[in-house]
Nanobody, 124 residues
Framework: QVQLVESGGGLVQAGGSLRISCAAS????????RGWFRQAPGKEREFVGY????????YYADSVKGRFTISRDNTKNTVALQMNSLKPEDTAVYYC?????????????????WGQGTQVTVSS
């Protein structure tokens, strides 16, 4: 059974950086792309960014564009989210997700597998 496991969350001061990773294990699947989402307390889950597995094309939500970067390691079947210039409003549980086919990449329904999430807290 495919599992996605996030790691690297934690507490950081505003203006700082944090890198979180997502590793896939437990089975093989055709990964069309990987997405990152986040959910703050009392808010709905929102799209953060996406990377296409073949070619590495990325795009991001406007709220994180220029500050966050997604990368992938094909050999290790992992993706990473590098977060710079963090703001208190970036505080949330961050989830990675994997899509096996091309569907909506900015909505949760477009993904087949999800990680359990990792907490990122940015203090002011």
């Amino acid at each position: 059974q495919v599992q996605l496991v996030e790691s690297g969350g934690g507490l950081v001061q505003a203006g700082g950086s944090l890198r979180i990773s997502c590793a896939a294990s437990g089975g093989t699947f055709n990964s069309y792309g990987r997405g990152w989402f986040r959910q703050a307390p009392g808010k709905e889950r929102e799209f953060v960014g996406y990377i296409r597995w073949s070619g590495g094309m990325t795009y991001y939500a406007d709220s994180v564009k220029g500050r966050f970067t997604i990368s992938r390691d094909n050999t290790k079947n992992t993706v990473a989210l590098q977060m710079n210039s963090l703001k208190p409003e970036d505080t949330a549980v961050y989830y990675c997700a994997a899509a096996t086919t091309l569907k909506s990449t900015t909505h949760s329904q477009g993904y087949d597998y999800w990680g359990q999430g990792t907490q990122v807290t940015v203090s002011s």
